[in-house]
């Protein structure tokens, strides 16, 4: 990289269009069922994510950055669910599929 060159940033649209790509296949290939487990699973997964990320945003002034106001702090708690689900789409860390392996798990049990 040079010193004039622009540094690797990710689109966020593309790392949405990658992700609904990856979830169409998997989804072709799922019963119905599964699906929604592993929907829960990913929802639970940006959820976590969301949760992580909040503290970074805490100490950011919310006159500077967002505006201010009352709006700006519904908008930041908004953003940030927002960073979770596309980080858990686009892979997230790895904690849905073990809670989806787990929820299959107590399912088949259930089941038994």
């Given at each position: 990289m040079t010193a004039f060159s622009k540094p690797a940033v990710m689109?966020?649209?593309?790392?949405?269009?990658?992700?609904?790509?990856?979830?169409?296949?998997?989804g072709a290939q799922a019963p119905k069922g599964d699906q929604q487990v592993s929907k829960t699973a990913q929802?639970?997964?940006?959820?976590?994510?969301?949760?992580?990320?909040?503290?970074m945003f805490k100490g950011i002034d919310a006159q500077t950055a967002f505006g201010g106001g009352p709006g700006a702090d519904v908008y930041k708690e908004m953003m940030v669910k927002e960073y979770g689900k596309i980080v858990a789409q686009a892979g997230g860390v790895?904690?849905?599929?073990?809670?989806?392996a787990e929820m299959l798990r107590i399912q088949e049990q259930a089941q038994s």
């Open positions: 689109d966020p649209t593309l790392v949405q269009q990658q992700a609904r790509t990856s979830a169409a296949k998997a929802d639970f997964e940006a959820m976590f994510l969301a949760q992580l990320l909040q503290p790895g904690i849905a599929e073990d809670v989806q």
